[in-house]
């Protein structure tokens, strides 16, 4: 269980307070992963406080630079880099644990935690709510361009996700979707006809070849 990084008092899973002494925790980066600060005041912007982010480097190889917020420790990542910091800080793990995927979700998930939409921190224009994988119970902002935008707390959300098989869960989600789309849709489904001169009764749907021929039969016999 975390503590308080002031009165060492224990902390809930699903929140950055301390409830003895009010303090306010970054609960993702520190005494979790080596960084040190590449700029203090960059040009982006933290979509809750409205105040600039600092940039830090994440002690990976190669280092890994995100934005981070110094007032609510939110951080910000480049499209690709929630992937690959869950790669480098996640051991590989071969199956999938539901009971501790839902126990995560239980204990972390926010029920009264209000909606809202957030601004980009570069383009400034609103971000889209997207689900973060399959039963991972993490809603991330998302601008298509430029990135993710993740609240304080969720990337260890997501890296205990992923410790109990929740990345492997997603990606047999991915894997029955693209089967699906390669299974023949109805149109595609082999029609079935009375055609005296198609006694097998079927051909495919599409083939203009087989149609014109039964077509042009009708039409002799309607004149016959």
């Not at 990542?77 to 009971?99: C, H, M, Q």
């Not at 839902?102 to 009264?112: A, C, F, K, L, T």
């Not at 260890?156 to 299974?183: D, P, V």
Request: charged share 20%; proline share 5%.
């Amino acid at each position: 269980m975390a503590r308080c990084n002031s009165c060492a008092a224990p902390l809930p899973p699903n929140t950055q307070y301390c409830s003895y002494c009010g303090v306010r925790n970054d609960v993702d980066l520190l005494g979790k992963h080596d960084y040190r600060v590449v700029t203090r005041q960059s040009e982006r912007i933290c979509p809750e406080c409205n105040i600039q982010l600092q940039t830090v480097a994440l002690e990976m190889q190669p280092p890994l630079h995100i934005e981070r917020c110094t007032r609510c420790f939110g951080l910000f990542f480049d499209p690709g880099e929630v992937e690959t910091l869950l790669e480098s800080a996640v051991s590989p793990v071969y199956t999938v644990n539901r009971e501790l995927l839902g126990n995560i979700n239980n204990d972390r998930y926010q029920r009264n935690k209000p909606v809202k939409y957030l601004e980009c921190p570069v383009c400034l224009n609103m971000m889209s709510r997207v689900a973060f994988g399959h039963k991972s119970g993490v809603v991330v902002d998302q601008c298509r361009a430029h990135g993710v935008w993740l609240d304080g707390g969720e990337i260890s959300h997501l890296m205990e996700w992923k410790k109990a098989g929740g990345q492997i869960l997603h990606q047999q989600k991915q894997a029955e979707q693209q089967q699906r789309k390669r299974q023949p849709s109805r149109s595609q489904v082999q029609v079935f006809s009375k055609s005296n001169n198609n006694p097998g009764g079927q051909f495919e749907a599409g083939g203009e070849e087989g149609l014109l021929d039964i077509v042009f039969d009708l039409i002799f016999k309607v004149f016959d």
